[in-house]
T-cell receptor
Framework: GENVEQHPSTLSVQEGDSAVIKCTYS??????FPWYKQELGKGPQLIID?????GEKKDQRIAVTLNKTAKHFSLHITETQPEDSAVYFC?????????????FGKGTKLSVIP | DTGVSQDPRHKITKRGQNVTFRCDPI?????LYWYRQTLGQGPEFLTY????????KSRLLSDRFSAERPKGSFSTLEIQRTEQGDSAMYLC????????????FGSGTQLSVL
């Protein structure tokens, strides 16, 4: 089955700096890569996703890049703000052939220091 | 905004008791998922429904776990003869049957087995 590794497990940045979180996946058939943000006491919230036919996607201060050859994908947050502090999860799945389960990484706790 | 709703938010039970959780998905979503999340880990897939049909179950879902979605709307997850290892956050998510899976999660039910 799919295995997703996520690094780092914790990340502290100064307000206004950039944050980068990296993930690798094992199953070359995976074709969908979402990122979720989870705040304390809440469920994961989808913040951005990318499909395997796209190399990069951007939405305001967040961007995701995908390297299918290396089986890497990364989340980039620019101009970080205190409200970006949360746990971020990457995930991978193969959407097709009736299987739709997401495999998540272990998460990165991001702290933005004012 | 009628997001994914889960009830109860917290459940404390004694080992050996049965517990049942409820999930109400976003109204137009025909897919519903159950995930389990333990401290410091990403969510792990348990099972998913398309309308009322349970189409996939994880090996994590032992015989003590049963899920239903009787009319293709809300779902229940029952755990029989709870064990301390069942202590976790149980997350429900829903999505539309349209291509790639954008999952929207509820806030979860935190189960503590004493």
């Amino acid at each position: 089955g799919e295995n997703v590794e996520q690094h780092p497990s914790t990340l502290s940045v100064q307000e206004g700096d950039s944050a980068v979180i990296k993930c690798t996946y094992s199953d070359s058939a995976s074709n969908y890569f979402p990122w979720y943000k989870q705040e304390l006491g809440k469920g994961p919230q989808l913040i951005i996703d990318i499909r395997s036919n796209v190399g990069e996607k951007k939405d305001q201060r967040i961007a995701v890049t995908l390297n299918k050859t290396a089986k890497h994908f990364s989340l980039h947050i620019t101009e970080t703000q205190p409200e970006d502090s949360a746990v971020y999860f990457c995930a991978a799945s193969f959407s097709g052939a009736g299987s739709y389960q997401l495999t998540f990484g272990k998460g990165t706790k991001l702290s933005v220091i004012p | 905004d009628t997001g994914v709703s889960q009830d109860p938010r917290h459940k404390i039970t004694k080992r050996g008791q049965n517990v049942t959780f409820r999930c109400d998905p976003i109204s137009e979503h025909n897919r519903l998922y159950w995930y389990r999340q333990t401290l410091g880990q990403g969510p792990e897939f348990l099972t998913y429904f398309q309308n009322e049909a349970q189409l996939e179950k994880s090996r994590l879902l032992s015989d003590r776990f049963s899920a239903e979605r009787p009319k293709g709307s809300f779902s229940t997850l029952e755990i029989q003869r709870t064990e301390q290892g069942d202590s976790a956050m149980y997350l429900c998510a829903s999505s539309l049957l349209v291509g790639y899976e954008k999952l929207f999660f509820g806030s979860g039910t935190q189960l503590s087995v004493l």
